[in-house]
T-cell receptor, first 113, second 113 residues
Framework: GDSVTQMEGPVTLSEEAFLTINCTYT??????LFWYVQYPGEGLQLLLK?????DKGSNKGFEATYRKETTSFHLEKGSVQVSDSAVYFC????????????FGKGTKLTVNP | EPEVTQTPSHQVTQMGQEVILRCVPI?????FYWYRQILGQKVEFLVS????????KSEIFDDQFSVERPDGSNFTLKIRSTKLEDSAMYFC???????????FGPGTRLTVL
């Protein structure tokens, strides 16, 4: 069935390190893809999104490119900060069909000073 | 900035008891959702609600679950007879239109003993 698979965590990095969190999806049709972030004690917040192939979503130094050929939407940041410590969720939504979000399991990122 | 709020933040109940989880969506939003996350597992869609009726529900959302928008501001999830496996974090979300960003609340942690 339709699903989202993301890299198992936890991920621990030092400040200013490069971050990649892998995400792949399966879906019928043409999904929109999202990265949500959950900071400690808070709800899920939309970090970035892409609605069609080759689109790049970006926000707060994070980027992800919608790759239809590899069904991937990997999250990257060139230089992480301590304040980026959070749980990151990849998700997809089918346009024109159900508006429900289908999430990956989440990846916990800890950035040490 | 408008936000989705949820109460209580943590609910502990005995198996077989009824619980009501409460959410106040963003005031001009029309689409409402409940998701849940069992510890260590994916965030899963439960139900979507629009125009005072359920528009979609998952297999998880069986007859023990119900949703209501009793007064035009609150959006509630009721579990009639809780089971141990209902223990999870429950997230409410709202959206201004069907395929727009879903804004999430901070969640209610439900513990069934």
């Amino acid at each position: 069935g339709d699903s989202v698979t993301q890299m198992e965590g936890p991920v621990t990095l030092s400040e200013e390190a490069f971050l990649t969190i892998n995400c792949t999806y399966t879906a019928t049709g043409y999904p929109s893809l999202f990265w949500y972030v959950q900071y400690p004690g808070e709800g899920l917040q939309l970090l970035l999104k892409a609605t069609k192939a080759d689109d790049k979503g970006s926000n707060k130094g994070f980027e992800a490119t919608y790759r239809k050929e590899t069904t991937s939407f990997h999250l990257e940041k060139g230089s992480v900060q301590v304040s980026d410590s959070a749980v990151y969720f990849c998700a997809r939504q089918l346009q024109g069909g159900s508006e429900k979000l289908v999430f990956g399991k989440g990846t916990k990122l800890t950035v040490n000073p | 900035e408008p936000e989705v709020t949820q109460t209580p933040s943590h609910q502990v109940t005995q198996m077989g008891q009824e619980v009501i989880l409460r959410c106040v969506p963003i005031s001009n939003h029309l689409y409402f959702y409940w998701y849940r996350q069992i510890l260590g597992q994916k965030v899963e869609f439960l139900v979507s609600f629009y125009n005072n009726e359920i528009s979609e529900k998952s297999e998880i959302f069986d007859d023990q679950f119900s949703v209501e928008r009793p007064d035009g501001s609150n959006f509630t999830l009721k579990i009639r007879s809780t089971k141990l496996e209902d223990s999870a974090m429950y997230f409410c979300a709202s959206s201004g239109s069907r395929y727009n960003e879903q804004f999430f609340g901070p969640g209610t942690r439900l513990t069934v003993l």
